[in-house]
């Protein structure tokens, strides 16, 4: 599977990895009703649960489900490990045969896709008006804008990654760079990383100061976007946007499209402890909050340090970038939409946050809200591990973009990566890769209307 946002692994790619054969033959087949073996609380009413998160995921998931049963009388989850690969057609053929789950954890980006087709159930008929009041004033404004189509709330966020800058004050220093002097401009940031760089005598890269990546994460800070939540209209081949796009070739044409190939692929791996930017392959690299927890397994003792990626000095925007989330849903025809609804806002933190900060904690994540980040328990964390509160800076901010909400928005990414692809490797200017993503997309708006998908 093609990265969402770059050349390098999502954590989704890293989950999947990690839930391997043993979930593949834990899967067995649909139940219409949980196995009775897997069952401790017999005369309670069962709701179903479907999750992805395998190897050292799965132990940490499986104690918040037993925390909630703890919690309550009347309802007990039942989890089921699903296997990343074929987890959304199991899905989607429960949904087809009537025998889903009561809830799922999804991380396909793919909520607008699914509300439009009928495979999940909006979620705001089931707050209470204090539930949304609340949910809408305290959760993070990524959050707030995650989830919905059409005015409807389709998917609750518990979980979602962001883009930030990782840098190695060792290169900095060997470099007769300043390491507590991030750069404050994205112009600085190319500066710096080309001294970093380093070449053989035949010219040949031995390593990348700084190489972005990630056209999801860089139009933001050129104040690009693609989609006008005032107008419902896709917003692709504009000015911003193409700076964006036109800073990332140029970057990538600066050190000659054949020599980063070469380099790339002369990489051992992208996990664990050949992770590039452990080896000293990278001295910058962008990537997602989920290596904070790498780093403190497989590199305990390396020095390094997080920051935003700064914008451009003209035109650009601080604390930008973009945010995929993993989404709690409620699909079409579950039987017990009470009691999924109540185990959601218990794993979410929506009711006593300050509890669910543990949860998110064992899971490496980042809050939904404030109240779970100042939790004493976080904050705790964050100690250990300071790097992470680069992430939650962003996690404040306003100018976070997700996934646009409209029906064909696992297309619309697909086509985003390819015009960044076809831009960066010399096959199209930036404007001609633009010009044919729009028309890509015209021409897609177009088929799913004859066909009937769309109005």
Request: no cysteine; net charge neutral; aromatic share 12%.
């Given at each position: 599977?093609?990265?969402e946002?770059?050349?390098?692994p999502t954590?989704?790619?890293f989950?999947?990895?990690a839930?391997?054969?043993?979930?593949v033959?834990?899967?067995?087949?649909?139940?219409?009703q949980?196995?009775?073996?897997?069952?401790h609380y017999?005369?309670r009413i069962?709701?179903r649960y479907?999750?992805m998160?395998?190897?050292?995921?799965?132990?940490?998931?499986?104690?918040v489900v037993q925390?909630f049963?703890?919690?309550?009388?009347?309802y007990?989850v039942?989890?089921?490990?699903?296997?990343?690969?074929?987890?959304?057609s199991?899905?989607m053929?429960?949904v087809?045969?009537?025998?889903?789950?009561?809830?799922?954890?999804?991380?396909?980006?793919a909520?607008?896709?699914?509300a439009?087709?009928?495979i999940?159930?909006?979620?705001d008929?089931l707050m209470?008006p204090?539930?949304?009041?609340?949910?809408?004033?305290?959760v993070?404004?990524?959050i707030r804008?995650?989830?919905?189509?059409n005015?409807?709330?389709?998917?609750l966020?518990?979980g979602?990654?962001?883009?930030a800058c990782?840098y190695?004050?060792?290169?900095?220093?060997e470099a007769?760079?300043?390491?507590?002097?991030?750069p404050e401009?994205?112009?600085?940031?190319t500066?710096v990383?080309k001294k970093l760089?380093r070449?053989?005598n035949?010219?040949?890269i031995?390593?990348?100061g700084?190489l972005?990546?990630?056209?999801?994460?860089?139009?933001?800070?050129?104040?690009?976007?693609?989609?006008d939540?005032?107008?419902?209209k896709?917003?692709?081949n504009?000015?911003e946007n193409l700076?964006?796009?036109?800073y990332l070739?140029?970057?990538?044409k600066r050190?000659?499209?054949?020599?980063?190939?070469?380099?790339?692929?002369?990489?051992?791996?992208?996990?664990g402890?050949?992770w590039?930017?452990?080896t000293?392959?990278?001295?910058i690299v962008?990537?997602?909050?989920?290596?904070v927890?790498?780093?403190a397994?497989?590199?305990?003792?390396?020095?390094?340090?997080t920051?935003p990626?700064?914008?451009?000095?003209?035109g650009?925007q601080?604390?930008?970038?973009?945010c995929?989330?993993?989404y709690?849903?409620?699909?079409?025809g579950?039987?017990?939409?009470?009691?999924a609804?109540?185990?959601?806002?218990?794993?979410?933190?929506l009711v006593l946050p300050?509890?669910?900060?543990?949860?998110y904690i064992?899971m490496?994540?980042?809050?939904?809200?404030?109240?779970s980040?100042?939790?004493p328990?976080?904050?705790?964390?964050l100690?250990r591990?300071?790097?992470y509160?680069?992430f939650?800076?962003?996690?404040a901010?306003e100018?976070?973009?997700?996934?646009p909400?409209?029906?064909?928005q696992?297309y619309?990414?697909d086509?985003i990566k390819r015009?960044e692809?076809?831009?960066t490797?010399?096959a199209l200017?930036p404007?001609?890769?633009?010009?044919q993503?729009e028309?890509?997309?015209?021409?897609?708006?177009?088929?799913?209307?004859?066909?009937?998908?769309?109005?």
């Open positions: 599977m093609a990265t946002t770059g050349d390098r954590r989704r790619q989950l999947r990895r839930v391997g054969t043993a979930a033959l834990g899967m067995g087949k649909l139940m219409t949980p196995d009775p073996k897997m069952r017999p005369d069962p709701v479907w999750h998160l395998g190897g050292q995921w799965q132990a940490p998931m499986e104690r925390l049963n703890e919690s309550q009388t009347k007990e039942v989890p089921l490990l699903l296997p990343y690969e074929g987890a959304d199991k899905f053929l429960s087809i045969g009537d025998d889903p789950p009561d809830v799922m954890l999804q991380w396909t980006q909520i607008s896709t699914w439009n087709a009928g999940i159930q909006p979620l008929p209470t204090a539930e949304k009041a609340h949910f809408l004033k305290t993070y404004p990524v804008k995650s989830g919905w189509h005015g409807r709330l389709y998917g966020v518990d979602f990654d962001f883009w990782y190695r004050p060792d290169h900095f220093r007769g760079l300043d390491p507590d002097h991030f401009t994205l112009e600085e940031l500066e990383g760089h070449f053989d035949a010219g040949n031995r390593r990348i700084f972005p990546t990630g056209f999801p994460q860089f139009a933001p800070l050129f104040r690009g976007k693609f989609y939540y005032k107008t419902g896709l917003t692709l504009t000015p700076r964006a796009l036109t070739v140029e970057e990538r050190l000659g499209f054949e020599k980063v190939i070469r380099f790339n692929s002369s990489l051992a791996s992208d996990s402890v050949e590039p930017f452990i000293g392959a990278f001295s962008v990537d997602g909050e989920w290596r927890q790498q780093m397994q497989y590199a305990p003792n390396m020095e390094y340090r920051a990626i700064p914008p451009p000095a003209t650009g601080r604390l930008a970038g973009y995929g989330p993993n709690l849903t409620i699909p079409k579950a039987r017990q939409v009470e009691g609804w109540e185990f959601m806002k218990f794993f979410s933190g300050e509890r669910a900060a543990e949860f064992w490496s994540w980042l809050p939904l809200q404030a109240a980040t100042n939790a328990v976080y904050q705790a964390f100690n591990l300071p790097q509160r680069t939650l800076q962003m996690a901010s100018y976070i973009e997700v996934v909400p409209v029906p064909d696992l619309l990414m086509r015009a692809d076809l831009a490797r010399g200017t404007q001609q890769a633009l010009e993503l028309a890509d997309m015209a021409k897609e708006h177009q088929r799913r209307k004859e066909l009937g998908y769309d109005e």
